[in-house]
């Protein structure tokens, strides 16, 4: 196991991680589609996959919910045994590839799947589950009939029909324009208020950057990096454009974090506790010393520069990075 990792098997089924993987192994033929993969996703806890094609995403995915059996290691669902019916129960997926019968209404489709879960969903609450998708209008109109991105919809809300503690999306954006992408994203957000765990495979780096607590990076089957955003992008810094700078000015920046000066620009580390006071504070205090603040730039490198950053650092993984449970 990764530093900081625990054994999910040492906690009840109530309390164990929503999903809890180790040292997964799987080839196909002659191809090692994964290596080594560890990682966990705790209850209330939103957590993106991410990585190039071929990274190995959906077969860990699969691998996790019991649909393809790992060559070696350890997989636990919702603290029981993946093979476990009563663990597959509590989960919703919504893959990427997908087909509903095209004469069914999309009230039908979420009803059948209702019933295949074995959970007792009163038509109320189905309903309830396609206006959440922005569906709610086109409940007995039939599948056929609908958009790429009307399927999509509907996909995310077979997912959720039989209120799943564990929440499995891959690609689940593919199809959406950006209205449709706002709507999942605050469905995601919605799924964590209420304490729901999302695994979230997309290349929308944006979106995943927006709703997760952590990000697991893969590269050739192997997590190349993983923790939460601030873990992965580092030190935040405060960019500033600033004239009249007095010695009083220079010992408040420095008060705040290192200081590197270019010019005009000044450009101060921010500390990792700051709750977001800080910086109001800062720029009233160099106003009040006489100092001129032109412009106010938070600087920050983003996922997708440390994304790529990661998977171009001499093709190998970084495994110092690795953060599997908070």
Request: hydrophobic share 45%.
């Amino acid at each position: 196991m990764a530093p900081g990792e625990h054994h999910a098997a040492d906690a009840s089924p109530a309390t164990s991680p929503a999903a809890w993987c180790s040292h997964l192994r799987k080839r196909f033929r002659r191809h090692q589609a994964v290596h080594d993969v560890s990682l966990q996703v705790g209850r209330g806890e939103v957590v993106g996959l991410l990585g190039p094609n071929g990274a190995g995403k959906t077969t860990v995915i699969k691998m996790l919910l019991g649909l393809v059996r790992p060559d070696e290691g350890e997989v636990l669902l919702l603290g029981r045994p993946v093979d476990d019916p009563a663990a597959r129960a509590g989960v919703g997926y919504l893959p990427e590839l997908f087909r509903y019968q095209p004469w069914l209404t999309a009230a039908e489709v979420v009803a059948l799947h209702a019933r295949l879960s074995g959970a007792s969903v009163p038509a109320a609450e189905q309903r309830e589950r396609l206006a959440l998708v922005g569906l709610g209008q086109r409940g007995d109109d039939r599948v056929g009939g609908f958009s790429k991105g009307m399927q999509q919809r509907l996909g995310l809300a077979v997912a959720l029909v039989a209120r799943p503690a564990f929440v499995v999306l891959d690609e689940p954006t593919s199809a959406l324009d950006p209205v449709g992408r706002a709507d999942v994203r605050d469905v995601v957000l919605g799924l964590r208020e209420q304490g729901t765990a999302v695994l979230l495979n997309s290349h929308l780096i944006g979106e995943v950057e927006r709703v997760c607590d952590r990000v697991v990076i893969l590269d050739g089957g192997r997590v190349a990096a993983a923790g939460t955003l601030a873990e992965l992008l580092g030190q935040r810094r405060l960019r500033l454009e600033l004239t009249g700078v007095n010695a009083a000015a220079e010992q408040r920046l420095a008060a705040t974090g290192p200081v590197e000066r270019e010019g005009a620009t000044w450009t101060v580390v921010l500390p990792v506790d700051d709750d977001g006071a800080l910086v109001p504070a800062l720029v009233r205090d160099l106003a009040a010393l006489g100092v001129a603040v032109h412009a106010v730039e938070p600087v920050r490198v983003s996922l997708e520069e440390r994304l790529l950053g990661i998977l171009r650092h001499d093709g190998q993984p970084e495994t110092h990075h690795q953060v599997v449970s908070r």
